[in-house]
């Protein structure tokens, strides 16, 4: 289906992001995520470690886009310039709330001229109670909707439902102990060695680390990069920081009986901030 813009009915994100599975992904080099969601909401339905994800936002930073139509037409004619691959918006009709139904349509009939002469295909969310019925007629014009069959939704291997390399449901395993106030307890988990480290192992321990309650921006952002030695070196610094939070818990939950010193220490904990403070406030002599 390269060379094509094709819409993809969804009402929310999720049933966007679910679209990705229903796609012919294999052999394809390059998978690109548009979205109005930053990689901390996405990380839960998406493997981004495997797809490029870009946040459409005004903040700066790593893996951001700008949702000004003219910057978002030079991305995605940059992209389509390449060899091949699949990029998917999220969240049209938001920047047609923004810019307005007749701006985001030319860019669209722009995309769908440029993509022809491509190996790229594009799929849009369409939410179609946001247009009314000569605008959903006009988009669909330059972007017909793409339709699947039932039995493309999942792959049968020896009798058994096997799921699709990007599948929006990963894998949570940890079992977590709760303290008292129900609060999951932190966990010291095994550091992950340089040997076979991977971005799709390291989203695993975020996602991990986020069921404890750790804020793990610091290291989402490295997700965006290809730096497999530099994503290593900041790992090892937040799980550096993940085990002395740890150690802090331990002695806060034994120790610490005032009830409003404690929510705040581990409040603090779990943002992974002021662990030198603490650790002289309890640890020093």
Not at 270 to 282: I, W
Request: aromatic share 8%; net charge negative.
């Amino acid at each position: 289906m390269s060379g094509r813009i094709h819409s993809i009915p969804a009402e929310t994100t999720e049933s966007f992001v679910e679209s990705i599975d229903r796609v012919e992904t294999s052999n394809v080099p390059t998978i690109v995520f548009i979205s109005r969601y930053p990689a901390s909401r996405l990380i839960d339905l998406l493997d981004i470690s495997e797809i490029q994800c870009y946040w459409l936002t005004n903040i700066e930073g790593k893996g951001v886009l700008e949702p000004s139509l003219e910057k978002l037409n030079h991305f995605t004619e940059s992209l389509i310039s390449s060899e091949q691959g699949l990029l998917f918006i999220e969240g049209f009709e938001w920047l047609v709330s923004i810019h307005g139904f007749e701006a985001v349509h030319s860019m669209l009939r722009s995309l769908a001229e440029k993509v022809a002469m491509s190996r790229w295909s594009i799929y849009l969310s369409l939410y179609e109670s946001s247009y009314n019925q000569q605008e959903l007629s006009r988009i669909i014009r330059e972007a017909p909707i793409l339709e699947f069959k039932s039995n493309e939704m999942t792959i049968q291997n020896d009798g058994a439902e096997t799921s699709h390399p990007h599948a929006s449901t990963l894998e949570k395993t940890l079992e977590m102990d709760l303290n008292d106030d129900g609060t999951p307890k932190l966990v010291l988990l095994t550091k992950l060695p340089r040997s076979g480290f991977t971005k799709q192992i390291l989203q695993r321990r975020i996602l991990q680390w986020r069921r404890m309650g750790l804020d793990t921006s610091e290291i989402e952002a490295s997700l965006y990069s290809n730096n497999l030695d530099a994503i290593y070196e900041e790992y090892s610094m937040v799980e550096e920081k993940v085990r002395r939070a740890t150690e802090l818990e331990r002695y806060v939950v034994t120790n610490i009986r005032d009830t409003q010193e404690r929510a705040i220490a581990l409040f603090r904990l779990r943002q992974l901030t002021g662990l030198d403070q603490l650790e002289k406030q309890y640890f020093s002599e």
